[in-house]
């Protein structure tokens, strides 16, 4: 069949119209052909015929502007989830092709219930963005945003003049935009900040009203953002307060996790998950779990390259967590990433303390990826934990779910 005849109604809806803008197929057509082909069946002669005019799914730098904007019109009413791609390539995108490109989207933006922006290029990817400022997004429930290493602050204030004002989801990789009207971000239940290492000027001493205008904020996550961010600087006085946060993911390089949940009200949180990498954040974090967060249901803590006294120290909060709670959550879990399983052996606590609450403990020792003869030595150790319920260990990327039975067995 000729993708011109295939109906469009179909494909829109299987492919969720996900348009990628020019210069995408020199980055990366091989996997693109490979999801179509995974995605929709229907498609495998089309587009093992005809590789650039993948129509509905993935607009090109080769696909006329008139072709585009016919099969937009043909889309009819669909939703669309629209993929904004701005790859590196050797020709640079023009300034005169971006602007084309979203004067044909314009007018179908209002049915966008899904955007991202991905750019390789930060000039490039800054007036893409900014454009976006002079859209109606009426339906607009999740915005991804990935700018490109190294972080530059946007000098951009995106929704601006049409303010979204059904997010729900909001995602910034490497990057922060800004806005004047922070009343349209009361509907966002979900809110991810991932690499950032910096705020724009305007946002500096901003946090305590940002978290303000979130009210409704149930899930947030701060990743791998930097130890210097504003977040921690300006809040030493000050109380953030969200009310229905019901889960938080907190992950800092070299930073303090403790000092930011010191601040933190969420007397709802239910579910907690914190990766530490520095031995005098774990103790206070166990601590400020058993008095800040009394309904927290399922606690997972990781440590990356823990010593001997990052173990102890660690077996010591959660001891402390089944004294003043009696018990420990089905929910609760424990990781050490990089620990040596030997240095697990030599720690006493590990067989008395706490062990025949917790439900599950997680041992990664990196040395034991180099050659798999190490693997079953080293696992000996689990053979002292008899109320242990379970344990997993990765290896070379794979999980292997450890019984005690199992691990008698190599002894």
Same mark, same amino acid.
């Given at each position: 069949?000729?993708?011109?005849?295939?109906?469009?109604?179909?494909?829109?809806?299987?492919?969720?119209?996900?348009?990628?803008?020019?210069?995408?197929?020199?980055?990366?057509?091989?996997?693109?052909?490979?999801?179509?082909?995974?995605?929709?069946?229907?498609?495998?002669?089309?587009?093992?015929?005809?590789?650039?005019?993948?129509?509905?799914?993935?607009?090109?730098?080769?696909?006329?502007?008139?072709?585009?904007?016919?099969?937009?019109?043909?889309?009819?009413? #669909?939703?669309?989830?629209?993929?904004?791609?701005?790859?590196?390539?050797?020709?640079?995108?023009?300034?005169?092709?971006?602007?084309?490109?979203?004067?044909?989207?314009?007018?179908?933006?209002?049915?966008?219930?899904?955007?991202? #922006?991905?750019?390789?290029?930060?000039?490039?990817?800054?007036?893409?963005?900014?454009?976006?400022?002079?859209?109606?997004?009426?339906?607009?429930?999740?915005?991804?945003?990935?700018?490109?290493?190294?972080?530059?602050?946007?000098?951009?204030?995106?929704?601006?003049?049409?303010?979204?004002?059904?997010?729900?989801?909001?995602?910034?990789?490497?990057?922060?935009?800004?806005?004047?009207?922070?009343?349209?971000?009361?509907?966002?239940?979900?809110?991810?900040?991932?690499?950032?290492?910096?705020?724009?000027?305007?946002?500096?001493?901003?946090?305590?009203?940002?978290?303000?205008?979130?009210?409704?904020?149930?899930?947030?996550?701060?990743?791998?953002?930097?130890?210097?961010?504003?977040?921690?600087?300006?809040?030493?006085?000050?109380?953030?307060?969200?009310?229905?946060?019901?889960?938080?993911?907190?992950?800092?390089?070299?930073?303090?996790?403790?000092?930011?949940?010191?601040?933190?009200?969420?007397?709802?949180?239910?579910?907690?998950?914190?990766?530490?990498?520095?031995?005098?954040?774990?103790?206070?974090?166990?601590?400020?779990?058993?008095?800040?967060?009394?309904?927290?249901?399922?606690?997972?803590?990781?440590?990356?390259?823990?010593?001997?006294?990052?173990?102890?120290?660690?077996?010591?909060?959660?001891?402390?967590?089944?004294?003043?709670?009696?018990?420990?959550?089905?929910?609760?879990?424990?990781?050490?990433?990089?620990?040596?399983?030997?240095?697990?052996?030599?720690?006493?606590?590990?067989?008395?303390?706490?062990?025949?609450?917790?439900?599950?403990?997680?041992?990664?020792?990196?040395?034991?990826?180099?050659?798999?003869?190490?693997?079953?030595?080293?696992?000996?150790?689990?053979?002292?934990?008899?109320?242990?319920?379970?344990?997993?260990?990765?290896?070379?990327?794979?999980?292997?779910?450890?019984?005690?039975?199992?691990?008698?067995?190599?002894?």
């Amino acid at each position: 069949m000729a993708i011109e005849s295939f109906p469009v109604e179909v494909l829109c809806r299987a492919l969720r119209a996900v348009f990628i803008s020019p210069n995408a197929v020199n980055a990366g057509m091989p996997v693109q052909r490979d999801v179509l082909r995974s995605v929709c069946h229907l498609w495998r002669d089309a587009i093992d015929h005809d590789a650039v005019s993948w129509a509905h799914s993935f607009v090109t730098y080769s696909t006329p502007p008139e072709q585009l904007r016919m099969w937009l019109l043909k889309s009819r009413n #669909v939703p669309l989830a629209i993929d904004l791609h701005f790859p590196n390539t050797h020709a640079p995108l023009e300034v005169q092709t971006i602007h084309q490109l979203f004067f044909i989207l314009a007018p179908f933006m209002p049915r966008c219930q899904q955007l991202r #922006v991905r750019v390789a290029n930060n000039k490039i990817g800054t007036h893409a963005v900014g454009l976006l400022a002079d859209m109606r997004l009426d339906s607009l429930s999740t915005v991804d945003i990935i700018m490109a290493p190294p972080y530059q602050s946007p000098r951009f204030d995106t929704f601006a003049r049409t303010p979204p004002r059904n997010l729900v989801n909001l995602s910034f990789h490497r990057s922060f935009p800004t806005w004047s009207d922070k009343s349209s971000f009361s509907g966002v239940r979900s809110l991810t900040l991932s690499n950032i290492t910096s705020f724009p000027r305007p946002f500096l001493g901003d946090i305590k009203e940002f978290f303000d205008s979130v009210p409704n904020l149930e899930h947030l996550a701060i990743k791998h953002v930097d130890p210097h961010m504003v977040i921690l600087r300006r809040t030493a006085s000050t109380r953030i307060v969200l009310p229905r946060l019901l889960q938080l993911e907190f992950a800092m390089r070299r930073a303090r996790c403790s000092q930011f949940l010191s601040v933190l009200s969420a007397p709802n949180l239910e579910g907690l998950a914190l990766t530490l990498e520095r031995e005098e954040d774990v103790l206070p974090c166990l601590q400020q779990c058993g008095s800040l967060f009394p309904s927290v249901l399922c606690l997972q803590l990781a440590c990356y390259f823990p010593s001997y006294t990052v173990l102890t120290t660690a077996l010591a909060g959660f001891s402390a967590l089944v004294q003043l709670d009696g018990r420990l959550s089905p929910g609760f879990s424990l990781a050490f990433y990089g620990a040596s399983l030997y240095c697990v052996d030599l720690c006493p606590d590990l067989a008395r303390v706490c062990v025949a609450e917790l439900p599950r403990i997680l041992v990664e020792d990196i040395l034991c990826r180099r050659s798999p003869t190490n693997f079953a030595p080293d696992l000996r150790v689990y053979a002292n934990l008899p109320s242990l319920a379970y344990a997993e260990y990765s290896l070379s990327g794979g999980q292997v779910l450890c019984r005690p039975s199992f691990v008698e067995s190599l002894v």
